[in-house]
């Protein structure tokens, strides 16, 4: 079955212990992204990636770290996370976002909440 | 001006009736259109595409899009409960490296 896969879907940690979401997508698609979505914010990109090894910030960066060192992964790390990046955390990926190739739509993966005491 | 925007609601219908939602966005050059539908704590999950002018129809969803006016609508026919959820309009925004710019969402409710 063709999915976008995360992992954890829930999890409780405290200040400033290093935390990695894991994201894998089995549809050979070159893009991948991450959001955060909180009440009234809607969905903000935090990081994505057009292929492997090119990765870049999007709208809501500070506080993440990234890496693409293979096509189907797409780990978000928080190295030290903080209580205001408790949050609903979607991963994303898309045959292409690359201008007029293709008319991608995003596929999501199930979600991951953190919470940061 | 917001890039993508959307009435957050909440736009309440009875069953049976049609819900129509609105998006308007910003980027002239945009050639992609999506509506996901997400229900409370769940993932978005992607019901229309749209990449011309005209109506697209898919079951009781039709997407319409008028690119001259920048606008982009959702009618949902015979709406049932089932079709409460919040409905976000998404646009490619190629001026922007390539990605889903996301309107805030309209959230519908569909009242027995």
């Known amino acids: 079955e063709a999915q976008v896969t995360q992992n954890p879907r829930y999890l409780i940690t405290v200040t400033g212990k290093k935390l990695t979401v894991t994201c894998s997508q089995n549809?050979?698609?070159?893009?991948m992204s991450w959001y955060r979505q909180d009440p009234g914010l809607g969905l903000r990109q935090i990081y994505y990636s057009m292929n492997v090894e090119a990765t870049d910030k999007g709208d809501v960066p500070e506080g993440y770290k990234v890496s693409r060192k293979e096509k189907r992964n797409f780990p978000l790390i928080l190295e030290s996370p903080s209580p205001n990046q408790t949050s609903l955390y979607f991963c994303a990926s898309s045959l292409s976002m690359r201008e007029r190739v293709s008319h991608s739509p995003l596929h999501f993966g199930n979600g991951t909440r953190l919470t940061v005491t | 001006q917001k890039e993508v925007e959307q009435n957050s609601g909440p736009l309440s219908v009875p069953e049976g009736a049609i819900a129509s939602l609105n998006c308007t966005y910003s980027?002239?050059?945009?050639?992609?259109f999506f509506w996901y539908r997400q229900y409370s704590g769940k993932s978005p999950e992607l019901i229309m595409s749209i990449y011309s002018n005209g109506d697209k129809e898919d079951g009781r969803f039709t997407a319409q899009l008028n690119k001259a006016s920048q606008y982009v609508s959702l009618l949902i026919r015979d709406s049932q409960p089932s079709d409460s959820a919040t409905y976000l309009c998404a646009v490619n925004g190629y001026n922007q490296g390539g990605k889903l710019i996301f309107g805030q969402g309209t959230e519908l409710s569909v009242k027995p």
């Open positions: 980027d002239r050059v945009s050639q992609s």
């Open positions: 549809m050979n698609h070159e893009y």
